[in-house]
């Protein structure tokens, strides 16, 4: 029976998931493939560390290129993190002709453009399904499934830390930080969990599916990211009156001629659409294409158990490209889409919420200045008892490009009735 060599850098919760499920699925594996899986080499930081799995002293190192340089490791799987170090790894697997698997989101959609463009001149696969949604076989569907679709959108709830938070904020009305301290305690959330709440860690999945769907590598530096931090139950609250959620949406469609919408944002969803129901750590990515329509992707968008599914899912079919060589690498450019568009052109509707003075007139002055900017204001809510000298006064705004909504705020908030920085959220309503 053909034997696959496998070389783990890292071995952390997914690493050690990986080790240890290769181990008790090998006869299903062996049986479905008709290849046995077997690790050559493990490296690690700290030799002496005590694990949750326990490998044999033979195969561990704290050499990384170790990995690389062993003949009968055939298939390397990057599970290091971070982005220097892991970048090189990958670089120097890629010159050796080892095929790669990695679960690193941020070395992709950083550094994905150099690593892909390596791996197609030395004609070296690389396979990333577990970098986006955990479990949720998602690259795949975009990649090979809806290959035949032009993709005209994907909205993603794809950061579980972030919609635990929301989803305890809307069910028991507490505030950002009691709602993070609580994912914090039950594991949900980093010690440091800057990426999740500050939507950096839901971007660079939005960045790998837009650079599949629409064949040019994203650049993170001119993409919208905004977090969650600055969300309060008073908001939460408002938007349920007005019959949405608010979820951290990541929000990817193709826009007029060759430019492409990517962004990642706290977001009003109505509670009637699907992703509104999306709770607690569970992610979900809606995807519309132009032949398939509207689809669902639905499951545990982190963890151990399910990341390193898709792991060893990508350890099948570097298995099967091994036997079958393929003129696919991982990301294929084309020429349809090329750039991205301006946050400042991008038009959506508006929730914004205000702090003002409780006078006569007030409303007026803010009614006023969008009316001079052409911005329509659907609807208003202004609650009748409040605390102290000053009011909230929530407005949803008509259809508006963001730069013209901004430079409408910029004014409003330079009233002197206006007594605190405004919430301003995006509106999704899935036309």
Known sequence: MKQLGIGLAGLGNVGAGVYKHLAQNRVLLRERLGVDFVVKKVAVRDLSKQRDVVVPAELLTNDPLAVIADPSVEVVVELMGGIETAFAFVMAAIAAGKIVVTGNKALLAERGKEIFAAAEAKKVPIFYEAAVAGGIPIIKAVREAFVGNHILSMHGIINGTSNYILTRMSEAGLQFPEALAEAQALGYAEADPTLDVNGWDAAHKAIILASLAYGFWVDSRQIFVEGVQKITAADITFARELGYAIKLLGVI???????????????????????????????????????????????????????????????????????APRNFFGFTAHTIYGRLMPISEVVTSFYLR???ED?????????????????????????????????????????????????????????????????????????
């Open 253 to 323: 469609k193709a826009g007029i001629g060759e430019r492409v919408d990517v962004r990642v944002q706290p977001t009003l969803i109505p509670k009637g659409h699907v992703l509104a129901s999306v709770n607690g750590v569970f992610n979900a990515i809606a995807v519309r294409g132009d032949l398939v329509g509207d689809t669902l992707f639905y499951g545990r968008g982190a963890g151990q158990d399910p990341t390193t599914s898709s792991v060893i899912s990508d350890l099948a079919e570097a298995a099967l490209a091994l036997q």
């Open 354 to 356: 205000l702090q003002v």
């Open 359 to 431: 006078r006569p007139g007030v409303l007026g002055q803010v009614a006023s200045i969008f009316g001079e900017h052409e911005i329509g204001i659907s609807s208003v809510i202004q609650p009748e008892t409040h605390d102290g000298d000053t009011i909230p006064l929530v407005l949803m705004i008509h259809l508006a490009t963001e730069g013209k909504m901004r430079r409408a705020l910029a004014e409003v908030e330079a009233l002197d009735c206006v007594k605190a920085p405004a919430a301003l959220l995006h509106v999704e309503t899935f036309s």
